[in-house]
Every structure is written in structure tokens, then in C-alpha cells.
């Protein structure tokens, strides 16, 4: 845990998703949250087709998904998704001929129910 699920739109070509993980997982781990880095899953999807609004002008997102185990308060949740909020600010050179969005969504998982398990070699 946690479980962080980045999209962005493929109309950004400056965004380079690998640096971005890590730069998100580091904002994680500095966050005081989790107490193993190995812990922290995260993955990117690239959207091919999408559409943001109603106009056809370039527009385009990045939308991060931080599922954490439920239990912790909307104080942790808010500081968690400014900081993750941060990085996404600073992650590129964003193009000046498409409108950007970006956002950061904390979603609680069932503490009860969510299983785990490690296969080491």
C-alpha cells in the first residue's frame, strides 16, 4: 500500500511517465505515510482518446489516483494530495498550445478486506 495510478493524455509529449513515478513515489515516501518504500506500487497509462470538455481546442489531463488503506484523516488525504499535486506542477515543460489539467484523487480502500502477499527470491 499505497497504490498510485497516473493518466495522461498523449498530448503531451514532454511528460516523461518514468521520471514522473518516481518523483510521485518520492513525495510518498518523504510524506513520513508509509513506512517501507516497497510498499508504494504505482504505474502510468498513456490515453490515446480522450476529450476534455466540449470544444475542440488542444486540451489535456493528468490525473493521478492515490488508493491508500482507509483509516487516515482528511487532514493526511489533503496534505497527501497537495504534495502529489506539487509534483505534477513540476514535472515538465508544460506545452503553451494545450490547456492543462491536473489533478489528484485519494481514494480509501476497505482496510478488512484488502489482501497482500510478497514472493521474494
Known amino acids: 500500500m499505497p497504490h498510485l495510478h497516473m493518466e495522461y493524455t498523449a498530448n503531451l509529449p514532454d511528460l516523461n511517465a518514468d521520471v514522473a513515478?518516481?518523483?510521485?513515489?518520492?513525495?510518498l515516501v518523504a510524506s513520513g505515510q508509509?513506512?517501507?518504500e516497497f510498499d508504494i506500487k504505482s504505474r502510468a497509462v498513456q490515453v490515446g482518446a480522450f476529450r476534455v470538455g466540449t470544444v475542440l481546442g488542444e486540451r489535456g489531463f493528468v490525473h493521478v489516483?492515490?488508493?491508500?488503506?482507509?483509516?487516515r484523516?482528511?487532514?493526511?488525504?489533503?496534505?497527501?494530495?497537495?504534495?502529489l499535486?506539487?509534483?505534477l506542477q513540476d514535472l515538465c515543460e508544460w506545452p503553451t498550445s494545450v490547456d492543462v489539467q491536473l489533478c489528484v484523487e485519494i481514494l480509501?480502500?476497505?482496510?478488512d478486506s484488502y489482501t497482500k502477499t510478497a514472493i521474494s527470491h
Open 65 to 71: 489516483k492515490l488508493a491508500l488503506l482507509s483509516g
Open 34 to 36: 508509509f513506512s517501507a
Open 21 to 27: 513515478l518516481l518523483r510521485l513515489n518520492n513525495a
Open 73 to 83: 484523516s482528511p487532514a493526511i488525504k489533503k496534505q497527501l494530495s497537495e504534495s
Open 108 to 111: 480509501d480502500i476497505d482496510r
Open 85 to 87: 499535486l506539487a509534483v
